[in-house]
């Protein structure tokens, strides 16, 4: 393989990583869950101590 040969190969890789980072990054915003949904909607948390008597 030519050193032209690779640098062509690397050019390739570096111009389809920046756009399919963001296409990964968009679907990992959009589809995976943070854990909002461990917390009630009034965004109270469940604090043992507040419940003593």
């Given amino acids: ?3 032209e040969t690779a640098l062509t190969i690397a ?3 570096i111009m389809l990583a920046v ?3 963001f296409m990964f990054a968009n679907w990992i915003r959009k589809n995976v869950d943070y854990g909002e ?3 009630p909607s009034d965004h109270k948390t469940s604090d043992p101590s507040d419940s003593e008597s």
């Fill in 11 to 13: 050019g390739i890789g």
């Fill in 19 to 21: 756009p399919l980072t």
């Fill in 37 to 39: 949904a461990q917390f």
């Fill in 1 to 3: 393989m030519s050193d």
